[in-house]
Structures are given as structure tokens and as C-alpha cells.
């Protein structure tokens, strides 16, 4: 199946910092990727879309200027958590669409805030 | 009522069973569909992509989608405790993805 890379893996931060989190797909270029956030036991909350060459589109709730979207090509889309605090430790997935319907997801990364 | 139901288990099976597991959904323009499986704290793996109504077969998984009656199934022959994980179906008209919530399947050997 394609591959989606989703790197950090893990990643402690302390409070008030930012966080840099990239999803890249190896094997086929992706217009739109898409972030998500999962809480422990929870399906996956659908944060933003990330559009190459354009603005991403946020979900109803997601704070922008929190969670900065910047998709750079059509391999690369990254995740800039802003100032973080304890409550945006989560798991933030990526996926990108390979063809219409067919979504492969990066491995995920844990972000703990302390 | 919400668009994707999916029974969130657990379910807990002995090794070999045959398990089914289920999803509802309420908006008839869904016509990609879709099963993942999830282990604790990794992404979702893509198992079985369906377009339309039909059933597709993967080794001793068979994915099955019936349009009329907005109701998918995931059949796992031959289970084993490698397949513990959290299965998730998932749709779409085109992008994004609509999720269920999961089901927690646990396979005792």
C-alpha cells in the first residue's frame, strides 16, 4: 500500500513552546492532506484540511492560530502547534488521500505538554 | 442521529472465530467505504477499500457493503491475537473520511 511518514513519532514539550509535526507521502503526490486529533479509546476527530498552494480549512472548534497548517508541496504537509499547553497533549494523525475515498495515515504522533 | 454507528465492543473472541463486525450510516451519497485497523498508539492501516455495493475479499478478510440497507460488515476468518486491535470503517462521498467509533476486538488464544 502507499506510504504516509508522519514524523515525530513522540514528542515532550514544555509548556509555552511550539511543536513542528510533518506528514509526508513517499509515493504519490497528495493536493489535500488531512489532520486529525485522537483522544485515548476515541475515534478520530477531524481537525483541518491542508490544501497545497492555498489556506487550510479548519473544523468547527479548532483554534488557527493554535494549530498552524502549512501544506509546502504535494508531498509535505506540516502541524505547528503554537504556544502548547497540557491540554493539547494528544495523538495528532495525518492522512493523505491517494485516490478518491482511499486514505493511508502517517503512524501518528503522541505530543505530551508538560 | 449520527451519520457513521459503529458498536464500539469490546468484543472478545477465541482464537480461530470468525468475527463480524458492523457499521450504519445514514447518508445515502456515501460510495467509498472502507475498513482500518488500529493498534494502541499507531496510525490507522488501510485493510479493505470498497467502492459502491459489493463484497471484496483479502486473504481471511471480507469486506461487504450493502447500499440499500446503509450497512457494511468486516468478516475475519480464522482470527488470530495478531488482529486484536481496534477496527474502524470509515466513508465518504469523496474526501474526507467519515469514522465510526471503533470496535475493541481482542482475539484469546
Known amino acids: 500500500g502507499a506510504v504516509v511518514s508522519q514524523h515525530p513519532s513522540r514528542v515532550i514539550c514544555k509548556s509555552g513552546t511550539s511543536v513542528k509535526i510533518e506528514c509526508r507521502s513517499l509515493d504519490f503526490q497528495a493536493t489535500t492532506m488531512f489532520w486529525y486529533r485522537q483522544f485515548p479509546k476515541q475515534s478520530l476527530m477531524l481537525m483541518a484540511t491542508s490544501n497545497e498552494g492555498s489556506k487550510a480549512t479548519y473544523e468547527q472548534g479548532v483554534e488557527k492560530d493554535k494549530f498552524l497548517i502549512n501544506h509546502a508541496s504535494l508531498t509535505l504537509s506540516t502541524l505547528t502547534v503554537t504556544s502548547a499547553h497540557p491540554e493539547d497533549s494528544s495523538f495528532y494523525i495525518c492522512?493523505?488521500?491517494?485516490?478518491?475515498?482511499?486514505?493511508?495515515f502517517g503512524q501518528g504522533t503522541r505530543l505530551t505538554v508538560v | 442521529q449520527k451519520e457513521v454507528e459503529q458498536d464500539p465492543g469490546p468484543l472478545s473472541v477465541p482464537e480461530g472465530a470468525i468475527v463480524s463486525l458492523n457499521c450504519t450510516y445514514s447518508n445515502s451519497a456515501f460510495q467509498y467505504f472502507m475498513w482500518y485497523r488500529q493498534y494502541s498508539r499507531k496510525g490507522p492501516e488501510l485493510l479493505m477499500y470498497?467502492?459502491?455495493?459489493g463484497n471484496k475479499e483479502d486473504g481471511r478478510f471480507t469486506a461487504q457493503v450493502d447500499k440499500s440497507s446503509k450497512y457494511i460488515s468486516l468478516f475475519i476468518r480464522d482470527s488470530q491475537p495478531s488482529d486484536s486491535a481496534t477496527y474502524l470503517c470509515a466513508m465518504s462521498v469523496n474526501t474526507p473520511l467519515v469514522f465510526g467509533k471503533g470496535t475493541r476486538l481482542s482475539v484469546i488464544a
Open positions: 492522512s493523505a488521500p491517494k485516490s478518491p475515498g482511499e486514505a493511508f
Open positions: 470498497t467502492y459502491s455495493s
